[in-house]
């Protein structure tokens, strides 16, 4: 049975950081591709980033680029998602994914397993 358990949310001002992980188990994830999504208040759940298990090849949404870095630890069967520069709008739950890699990767309904998520809120 796989689980997939988040931490490292919290509130932190405009401009910090947090780096989230998530932690993988329940069997070998060599052929899955891990992914974080979001979903703010009134909103729907969003891509952010993922990354194949194997080979490590990233993808990021637009929002995401250039502020934060997804990346995993095989040894340790976790994934991070280190966030840089926070701005308000980045306040949601975040949530680890995890799916085959070859589906879609920005679509939440194409991801099998999901953690309970973890708050990040981020104050102006």
């Known amino acids: 049975q796989v689980q997939l358990v988040e931490s490292g949310g919290g509130l932190v001002q405009t401009g910090g950081s947090l780096r989230l992980s998530c932690a993988a188990s329940g069997r070998t994830f060599s052929t899955y591709r891990m992914g974080w999504f979001r979903q703010a208040p009134g909103k729907e759940r969003e891509f952010v980033a993922a990354?194949?298990?194997?080979?490590?090849?990233?993808y990021y949404a637009d929002s995401a680029k250039g502020r934060f870095t997804i990346s995993r630890d095989t040894a340790k069967n976790t994934v991070y998602l280190q966030m840089n520069s926070l701005k308000p709008e980045d306040t949601a739950v975040y949530y680890c994914a995890a799916g085959f890699q070859d589906r879609t990767v920005e679509a939440a309904d194409e991801y099998d397993h999901w953690g309970r998520g973890t708050q990040v809120t981020v104050s102006s």
């Open positions: 990354i194949n298990w194997g080979f490590g090849r990233t």
